[in-house]
């Protein structure tokens, strides 16, 4: 069994596992050299490549887990939805879903042929890593994956799908309905595809209004996780910015919580049920622009933090690690991690 997966069971393992999400991304120069002669879903959809580079980090920086190469677009991408990756603009979908006949594509997803080869890449990346490390899977949630399919590119104001929202939420909930339930496929097939645990992401959740979390998306959110710990798969929550809905996510069946830069570690820690792990929460501009020692530093503080809970905690940033992070910075942040013995 891996280390971060003893850990969680309960084993004293004497320190507290790391990783960083988004750590085989832009920061890395190999990652740069291979994005040079692929475009982005070339290297997401050849299993050999997005193997290749999810391996990257631990060339570099001694990291607990793998979390394979991928987007919060593949799904949807593999069932055939014209999705391009633009420099600068991030996903654009070329035709917007928004109507409830379109959203029905996803209930034919099949994972194992829709997007066989993220199961392909899992498998490649399982039999290269060490005994003692976690593979990672994850799949963005439906109201972050909904916000991309119904805006057509990334709008800050979130005007399309807040729009129909506002209009008509039950439609609106009966198609994220019916993407949670792709969605728990395709991670159910992650982890028989080698994944000891999955993160779902919901990025733009800060910009739901809690009526409609209360009335529509909680009830989503509870049969997605109730499945997946169903299955035996553990599951991670990620949301950010998301401070007054965070009472509600409580409730959640999750394993584990990810937790932003806004709210410390304690604060949410009476919350939660002590069986819920937390993963968090290092600042990443902190990595992108402070210096070693300061990231040391700061990396001690929320070790020191951790250790003053009664539950279990993963290291990691608050969210993904950004473009331009001197690799040295987060080389830091983890073998600090992994020195600091509790």
């Not at 050299?33 to 580079?53: C, D, G, L, N, Y």
């Not at 932003?260 to 993963?279: A, G, H, M, W, Y």
Request: charged share 20%; proline share 6%.
């Amino acid at each position: 069994m891996p280390f971060l997966m003893k850990y969680l069971s309960g084993q004293a393992m004497g320190r507290f596992p790391v990783w960083m999400m988004r750590q085989a991304g832009r920061y890395l120069p190999k990652y740069r050299a291979i994005r040079a002669k692929h475009s982005f879903w070339e290297m997401a959809t050849q299993p050999e490549i997005a193997a290749e580079v999810s391996l990257l980090p631990i060339q570099e920086i001694p990291v607990d887990a793998i979390i394979f190469f991928s987007d919060i677009l593949t799904m949807p991408y593999g069932l055939g939805l014209p999705i391009t990756m633009k420099e600068s603009v991030g996903p654009i979908t070329e035709i917007p879903l928004r109507t409830q006949d379109q959203f029905k594509i996803f209930e034919g997803y099949d994972p194992s042929q829709h997007t066989r080869f993220v199961g392909e890449a899992l498998s490649l990346i399982k039999k290269q890593i060490p005994n003692e490390m976690t593979l990672l899977g994850f799949a963005g949630a439906p109201w972050t994956v909904g916000s991309y399919l119904i805006e057509g590119q990334s709008n800050r104001n979130f005007e399309q799908i807040k729009s129909w929202m506002h209009n008509d939420p039950a439609s609106l909930a009966c198609c994220l309905e019916t993407l949670g339930d792709a969605t728990v496929r395709y991670l159910e097939y992650q982890h028989q595809s080698g994944a000891h645990m999955v993160q779902l992401f919901d990025t733009w959740i800060g910009h739901m209004p809690k009526n409609f979390f209360e009335d529509h998306y909680s009830k989503i959110l509870n049969k997605m996780f109730f499945k997946l710990k169903e299955r035996g798969v553990p599951a991670i929550y990620f949301t950010k910015h998301s401070s007054h809905l965070t009472p509600l996510f409580s409730s959640l069946p999750v394993s584990g919580f990810s937790v932003d830069e806004l709210v410390s570690l304690t604060e949410l820690d009476k919350q939660f049920p002590r069986n819920v792990f937390f993963q968090g929460n290092l600042d990443p501009v902190l990595l992108l622009k402070g210096t070693e020692g300061q990231v040391r530093l700061k990396t001690r503080l929320l070790v020191q933090e951790a250790r003053s809970l009664q539950r279990h905690v993963i290291m990691n940033l608050a969210h993904g690690i950004l473009p331009g992070t001197p690799v040295e910075n987060a080389r830091a942040f983890v073998q600090e991690a992994r020195s600091l013995w509790i």
